[in-house]
């Protein structure tokens, strides 16, 4: 008797290479244009952009944010200093799946670019694990720099395989200077976050080197005199960088830092003004921390991506309105404080047209009154009435988005050990 032999099943190999190209060149097609940018910046093959497909674009990335609820961009009161499957599945529950604001040692972080891969992924591989449909979904957002953004491109490059499962957006984090001659008498500091930007563009990069070196330069020259002045505290530049990394990476907040360093050496001295006094009084001085949007325009031109106001809710006016603005928007029955962020909007979209087209409306590194306040708005708290300034102003931001049609961003400003962790 003869018997039919069954032969065994083979679990059919998937073609990562196959499958992604196929997905992306059929529903995102500019992000592929993106990744081949990218793909020639690190001296692949042409038919090797496959190989940084977990890198999205702005198309992919603007689906993502239409279709997010508040609550994925927000962790709550679970707090993971060392990520485990329980930890993780409470996460994945709540629909946790954003962290678009994070920090690495490219600019002052404390992860690297590799290890911020690496733990991101792996929460990416169990939220995988939990639903297939879900994806976790970060961005490198460094200070006035994209090198770590840089360093992510090329680590993706080496294991794409590895990444799979999680998507990555490249960013930075601007510093911005507003000016308003008709509303305000000191100007505006704020941050603008790019996203899907091209890190490797040599106009952007330029601008973002000058800056640094300039800021690097002034505080080297600040220290200088302090010391000539003042030699009994023997001030020095290491000494300084090691109380901060912002002076020697020529972060944008240098100048109180070293502010900072002076007065923990000589407190009550009044040095810290040597540092101080660079920091912008009035409409008519110009920056050295930071440039408007005009230039910052000219040095992304071809960097692709879009911008987003970065925290809107820690923007600060106290101090700023003039007399004269304010007497005439009560006098109309307007608020004066909106009224100025109506005019810095309209002149972001303005300078920037069509590339402004976000907001972090979502962001989660809030701390005090606007930590409860942004808890209410995504549904964490019952709304408060001890919180009613700080929720008034960060739904004022949200109204501005909607009205406008913005993308709402979000992100936990993370700079610690894992992005999870807000600050």
């Not at 690495?104 to 733990?119: C, F, I, N, Q, R």
């Not at 600060?316 to 307007?334: M, P, Q, S, W, Y």
């Not at 102003?393 to 807000?422: C, Y």
Request: proline share 4%; charged share 30%.
């Amino acid at each position: 008797m003869q018997v039919n032999r069954i032969m065994p099943y083979k679990v059919p190999k998937i073609n990562f290479k196959a499958s992604k190209e196929s997905e992306n060149k059929t529903k995102y097609p500019n992000d592929e244009l993106y990744r081949k940018t990218l793909a020639q910046a690190v001296n692949l093959k042409p038919d090797e952009a496959y190989k940084l497909s977990s890198i999205i674009g702005q198309e992919e990335l603007s689906e993502l944010l239409r279709n997010a609820k508040r609550q994925y961009f927000n962790p709550s009161d679970i707090v993971v200093e060392v990520m485990d499957d329980e930890k993780a599945d409470k996460l994945a529950n709540r629909g946790y799946s954003f962290n678009l604001h994070i920090h690495t040692t490219a600019s002052d972080g404390v992860m690297t670019p590799v290890e911020l891969l690496d733990k991101a992924s792996s929460y990416a591989d169990r939220l995988h694990d939990i639903d297939p449909n879900k994806s976790f979904t970060i961005a490198i957002t460094d200070h006035d720099t994209m090198n770590g953004a840089k360093q992510i491109v090329k680590e993706v490059t080496s294991n794409p395989e590895k990444y799979k499962n999680l998507k990555i957006v490249l960013g930075v984090e601007l510093s911005a200077l507003y000016r308003d001659k008709n509303s305000l008498d000191r100007p505006l500091s704020y941050e603008l976050l790019g996203y899907c930007v091209n890190p490797f563009d040599n106009n952007a990069q330029s601008y973002l080197n000058q800056l640094r070196l300039t800021r690097v330069g002034l505080a080297e020259n600040i220290i200088l005199n302090a010391y000539k002045q003042h030699p009994e505290y023997n001030f020095s530049y290491d000494e300084a960088c090691q109380y901060s990394k912002n002076p020697k990476k020529g972060i944008d907040g240098f100048l109180y830092s070293l502010a900072d360093y002076f007065k923990s050496k000589a407190p009550d001295k009044g040095i810290e003004q040597l540092a101080l006094q660079y920091v912008p009084k009035n409409k008519e001085e110009k920056p050295v921390l930071c440039y408007e949007a005009p230039v910052i325009k000219e040095a992304f031109k071809n960097a692709g991506g879009f911008f987003a106001l970065a925290h809107p809710g820690r923007i600060h006016l106290k101090g700023r309105i003039n007399d004269e603005f304010i007497r005439t928007a009560e006098n109309e029955g307007k608020k004066p404080e909106h009224e100025v962020i109506n005019g810095f909007i309209r002149n972001l979209k303005s300078v920037f047209e069509e590339k402004f087209c976000a907001m972090e409306t979502n962001y989660q590194g809030y701390s005090g009154s606007l930590r409860h306040a942004s808890n209410i708005l995504s549904a964490d708290e019952e709304y408060d009435e001890k919180y009613k300034n700080a929720f008034n102003w960060l739904a004022f931001f949200r109204d501005i988005a909607q009205k406008n049609d913005f993308l709402e961003t979000g992100g936990l400003d993370t700079h610690s050990q894992n992005p999870f962790l807000r600050g």
